[in-house]
């Protein structure tokens, strides 16, 4: 859980940083807008731009119920985020399976992707398609 966050942390330190270092220079205007370009980075970053996740039993139980897609993400992974932005509001129609939290599915992404921990990845009706384009997965939900 904590991994998730560093990059978002890091993000605000620097920007704080270099904010500071601007506004001691004279130009708090700049600073400003520095440290909000910064904060909306490490927004952007941070795992509170995802659907909440479910563990990766759970997703496939409901998957398999429901027939929604299961995503396998990770924070920080940009592709991760490409997919999210893309689905906009049609992302809360999939089951999220953050691999950073839940261990059971990094060993489900790893058995699919020959021991890698690649993310995206899409499971759908039992077929894995690794860093799918989001018109493809787009395609794979039922019309709301």
Known sequence: MMRAWILPVVLVLCGSVA???????GSPGSAAVLLLVFVLL???TSPLVFPRSVGALE????????G??????????????????RLGRRARQLHWVN???????????????????????????GQSHTNP???????????S
Request: aromatic share 10%; with cysteine; glycine share 10%.
């Open 133 to 143: 384009d989001p018109a493809w997965v787009r395609e794979q939900l039922s019309p």
């Open 19 to 25: 904010a500071l270092e601007r506004a001691f220079g």
């Open 42 to 44: 490490a927004g952007v």
């Open 68 to 85: 929604r897609p299961v995503v396998f993400w990770r924070p920080g992974c940009t592709y991760c985020l490409r997919l999210r932005f």
């Open 99 to 125: 691999i950073w939290r839940d261990p059971a599915g990094a060993a489900a992404v790893r058995e699919i992707n020959d021991g890698n921990e690649t993310v995206p990845t899409v499971v759908v009706g």
């Open 59 to 66: 997703a496939q139980q409901r998957s398999a119920g429901d």
